[in-house]
């Protein structure tokens, strides 16, 4: 599977973000999916999971309330809106596919990733 991210940019504390991932390949409901992100300096953390059907989700922590995941598997395509944003969501957002039925909570089974964009939270 291809993804393909978007949506990244710059915006103020406060304001909202929506980040598409688009997949081409493999039949796209076969995947566990993923949003991921890295600061500089930092590892790359789990921001949010959604199962194949997804009728399961996961957050991390920090973004419980703020954030929600999303898939459409008629348009092979995996959404994370972002509110509330806050200068620590600053990062590259990256999506990634695990095989279904993967921990998907887990980084290290996520075998597929896009490439990054670019979120800019300025204080």
């Known amino acids: 599977v291809q993804l393909q991210a978007s949506g990244g940019g710059s915006v103020q504390a406060g304001g909202s973000l929506r980040l598409s991932c688009a997949a081409s390949?493999?039949?796209?409901?076969?995947?566990?999916l993923g949003w991921f992100r890295q600061a500089p300096g930092k590892e790359r953390e789990i921001v949010a999971a959604?199962?194949?059907?997804?009728?399961?989700?996961y957050y991390a922590d920090s973004v419980k309330g703020r954030f929600t995941i999303s898939r459409d598997n008629a348009k092979n395509t995996v959404y994370l809106q972002m509110n509330s944003l806050k200068p620590e969501d600053t990062a590259v957002y990256y999506c990634?596919?695990?095989?279904?039925?993967?921990?998907?909570?887990?980084?290290?089974?996520?075998?597929?990733w896009g490439q990054g964009t670019l979120v800019t939270v300025s204080s």
């Open positions: 390949g493999r039949t796209f409901s076969s995947y566990e």
């Open positions: 990634a596919a695990a095989l279904r039925g993967s921990y998907y909570t887990e980084v290290r089974y996520y075998a597929y």
């Open positions: 959604v199962r194949w059907s997804g009728g399961s989700t």
